[in-house]
Nanobody
């Protein structure tokens, strides 16, 4: 299983950015795949997850209405569209995957596979 995240960068507050995660090496329909983030000195936290087959989604309260998670089946790629960014969104963003939906979808420890991080910096 391989996850390759990209798309991070520097953006001003109020701006937008789209992250991508290229996925390979597993049968997608049974998996949930999502985004987590970790700021310096803080624990890794969930941002949003999606069930690849069917498209069921879940979001952290802090990003609801601003971020949208989606996937492109043909390209085996996960996306995170981030709008109205604020400095508190500054973090390293990781994509992660696990098999089967879980009610504990927000816990990083539930995920078996991780990509490398991509840094998002939001300036005020």
């Amino acid at each position: 299983v391989q996850l390759q995240a990209s798309g991070g960068g520097l953006v001003q507050a109020g701006g937008s950015l789209r992250l991508s995660c290229a996925a390979s090496g597993f049968t997608f329909d049974d998996y949930i795949i999502g985004w987590f983030r970790q700021a310096p000195g803080k624990e890794r936290e969930v941002v949003a997850v999606i069930r690849w087959g069917g498209g069921r989604t879940a979001y952290a309260d802090s990003v609801k209405g601003r971020f949208t998670i989606s996937r492109d089946n043909a390209k085996n790629t996960l996306y995170l569209q981030m709008n109205r960014l604020n400095p508190e969104d500054t973090s390293v963003y990781y994509c992660a995957a696990r098999i089967r939906w879980t009610t504990n979808w927000g816990s990083a420890s539930e995920y078996n596979y991780w990509g490398q991080g991509t840094l998002v910096t939001v300036s005020s």
